[in-house]
């Protein structure tokens, strides 16, 4: 059974905070992405990985950085956490066909 | 520049009816199409796919239509049952395997008992 892992379902910083988001893969996959979901946006991305050391930036990804150091591994950075960034976080893998997303993390920024 | 639309944010159908669900793209380069389904405090679980050579893809209740030339594909769940009460994304990718998914904005689906 296929697994992503993401590893906080809650967080909770304060603004100015450098937060790290985790998640990991089973699957072998090359590739990974990171999304944020808020209420009527949808899931919009963040950044992708195709490979170990390679991102691409996303959509949204002013705020943001990410690493991948192993293939199984993309880590999400919020530099300096600010409000806005309060969102639902969503990390993916895929190789063919349909993604395969982690539980999600809620952050929230106070 | 919204690539992949969901024009109705909700939609409210009788269990056991048919639930129909919309979406519209803008780039013609998109030639793989999925359906998720989320619910609140969770990841999106893949329902069903399509790629562009077809025009229809079938799976149990759920089936996804496309039509390219009107860059509109549906999902239709037939019949629905209290359990698919959830949020529904559309999304769309280059190709079958190694890209991004351009996702909607979502439907949230309500099935009244």
């Known amino acids: 059974d296929v697994k992503v892992t993401q590893s906080s379902r809650y967080l909770v910083k304060r603004t100015g905070e450098k937060v790290f988001l985790e998640c990991v893969q089973d699957?072998?996959?090359?590739?990974m992405f990171w999304y944020r979901q808020d209420p009527g946006l949808g899931l919009r991305l963040i950044y992708f990985?195709?490979?170990?050391?390679?991102?691409e930036k996303g959509d949204i990804p002013e705020g943001y950085s990410v690493s991948r150091e192993k293939k199984e591994r993309f880590s999400l950075i919020l530099e300096s956490a600010s409000t806005n960034q309060t969102s639902m976080y969503l990390c993916?893998?895929?190789?063919?066909?349909?993604?395969?997303f982690g539980q999600g993390t809620r952050l929230t920024v106070v | 520049d919204q690539q992949v639309k969901q024009n109705s944010p909700s939609l409210s159908v009788q269990e056991g009816r048919i639930s129909i669900l919309n979406c519209d793209y803008t780039?013609?380069?998109?030639?793989?199409f999925l359906w998720y389904k989320k619910y609140p405090a969770e990841g999106p679980t893949f329902l069903i796919s399509?790629?562009?050579?077809?025009d229809k893809n079938e799976d149990g209740r759920f089936t996804v239509f496309l039509n390219k030339s009107a860059k509109h594909l549906s999902l239709h769940i037939v019949p629905s049952q209290p359990g698919d009460s959830a949020v529904y994304f559309c999304?769309?990718?280059?190709?079958?395997?190694?890209?991004?998914?351009?996702f909607g904005t979502g439907t949230r689906l309500t099935i009244i008992p």
């Open positions: 993916a893998s895929r190789r063919e066909g349909g993604a395969f």
């Open positions: 999304a769309a990718s280059l190709r079958f395997g190694n890209e991004k998914l351009t």
């Open positions: 399509i790629s562009s050579i077809k």
């Open positions: 780039n013609s380069m998109f030639d793989y």
């Open positions: 699957m072998d996959h090359e590739n």
């Open positions: 990985s195709y490979d170990v050391k390679m991102k």
